[in-house]
């Protein structure tokens, strides 16, 4: 069975004081209306659909996240996946797999695909060294997404990870912002395995 791993994004701060200072100004959406769908369910429900079995787990306090408490969450999920599997990380979640895999060796997988990642963040212990060789072994194949229109991770940021990882394949947008809408940033079409 194919696997596909997927890390959500989150919020990190460097003190309380940040993050009170975020919590007060934050807008939420309408509890009226209906919540808007993200890329995420569609590439979920057609990989379903096809037999892949998916792994979402949902990171501790992603509001406030801390690098350290994602690691122990996440690796609770290791027994779990196997060789050959498919990693997927948007935003922080993006900045958490490249990091980790940084640090970690796993195993053999096939593919990582980094959707809006930063790389500057510095913040809850999320921060990424320049050697990115322990990666690059772990998968077949990298790529890395991000839009020039993105308001939240700056497009400068997956630049610098293009250069770092060489490897890496960049899918560059115009229009997709943080793609926080329902259209995915074609990551399934690249899912050759």
Not at 27 to 51: H, M, N, Q, T
Not at 57 to 71: D, G, L, Q, S
Not at 79 to 89: N, T
Not at 148 to 177: A, C, G, W, Y
Request: net charge neutral.
């Amino acid at each position: 069975m194919k696997q596909l791993i997927f890390i959500h994004g989150g919020e990190a701060f460097n003190s309380d004081k940040e993050y009170l200072a975020w919590l007060k100004s934050y807008k939420i959406d309408d509890p009226a209306e209906a919540p808007p769908k993200k890329w995420r369910s569609k590439l979920f429900d057609d990989l379903v659909d096809e037999g892949w079995q998916i792994i979402a787990p949902t990171m501790p306090c992603y509001k406030n996240a801390k690098y350290e408490h994602w690691v122990i969450w996440f690796e609770k999920y290791l027994p779990y996946i196997k060789d050959g599997a498919v990693f997927v990380g948007h935003s922080l979640g993006a900045s958490f797999l490249s990091q980790y895999f940084q640090e970690k060796e796993l195993g053999k997988f096939a593919q990582l695909h980094l959707v809006a990642p930063a790389y500057k963040i510095n913040a809850g212990g999320f921060t990424h060294k320049e050697d990115f060789s322990k990666l690059e072994k772990q998968f077949e194949e990298i790529f890395i997404y991000h839009s020039k229109d993105d308001t939240v991770v700056p497009f400068s940021d997956s630049e610098k990870l293009h250069m770092l990882i060489k490897k890496s394949k960049f899918i560059k947008f115009q229009d997709r912002n943080h793609f926080f809408d329902e259209r995915s940033p074609e990551i399934e079409k690249r899912l050759n395995i």
